[in-house]
């Protein structure tokens, strides 16, 4: 089994997310893709986060009926901050049959890589899938990705990746243009304006429902 992880703080989800998550499906290997809502984030001090319960709620709303779709609590029942390679780690141990583990970020996160806890330890455990949106430059990966990482992948044309010596990989996907964020979809409702057609109508009622982000 290929796993494609897909972490955030879904907060809350949306059709970016959700666009993203079915092409990765669609334009890899990856056989499920599994979201991962944090606890805390590690990056992301000043964010308000609505409660993990609702934001687990919103998500499962989101991906009812998609067979490719699954969401993991760890880290939201590991609570505080958890790092991406403990998460890799943790999943790995939870399968007798270890499953091939892909990492999906964007490409800003990918440009941040070098301050990711263990980064180097990352790509020892899983690949990575970067999202690019529309109209980003493919950059030279040596200009990228860290010192310790860069002189070790190699472009293989055939297969459109990155390759290193141990068969990791680096594969990036070009997606639609859908210029949807999840501040956005915050600010949006504190004004009091819809967000239909943004998100899923049931995490629209859920929203309201239970009247998050509002200010």
């Not at 796993?3 to 949306?14: E, M, Y």
């Not at 998609?66 to 993991?72: K, R, T």
């Not at 892909?102 to 301050?115: H, M, Q, R």
């Amino acid at each position: 089994m290929h796993l494609a992880i897909f972490g955030g703080t879904f907060n809350p989800v949306h059709f970016g997310h959700l666009r993203g998550a079915e092409e990765v499906i669609e334009k890899s290997s990856a056989d499920r893709v599994l979201f991962i809502p944090v606890a805390r984030p590690p990056h992301k001090d000043d964010v308000e986060l609505s409660s993990p319960e609702h934001r687990l709620e919103m998500l499962r709303l989101a991906i009812e009926g998609n067979p490719a779709f699954a969401i993991s609590e760890l880290e939201i029942k590991r609570g505080g901050i958890s790092y991406t390679i403990d998460t890799l780690s943790e999943i790995l141990d939870s399968y007798s049959d270890k499953p091939d583990l892909s990492l999906v970020i964007g490409t800003d996160s990918f440009n941040e890589l070098s301050s990711w806890h263990r980064y180097v330890d990352i790509l020892r455990l899983a690949n990575l899938i970067v999202i690019r949106r529309p109209g980003e430059e493919r950059e030279k990966i040596e200009d990228v990705l860290p010192v310790e990482l860069a002189g070790s992948f190699c472009y293989d044309s055939k297969v459109d990746v990155f390759l290193n010596s141990e068969g990791r990989s680096i594969k990036f996907l070009d997606s639609v243009q859908m210029d949807i964020s999840s501040s956005m979809i915050r600010e949006f409702i504190s004004r009091g304006e819809s967000v239909r057609h943004l998100t899923s109508d049931k995490v629209v009622d859920y929203i309201e429902k239970n009247k998050l982000y509002r200010d």
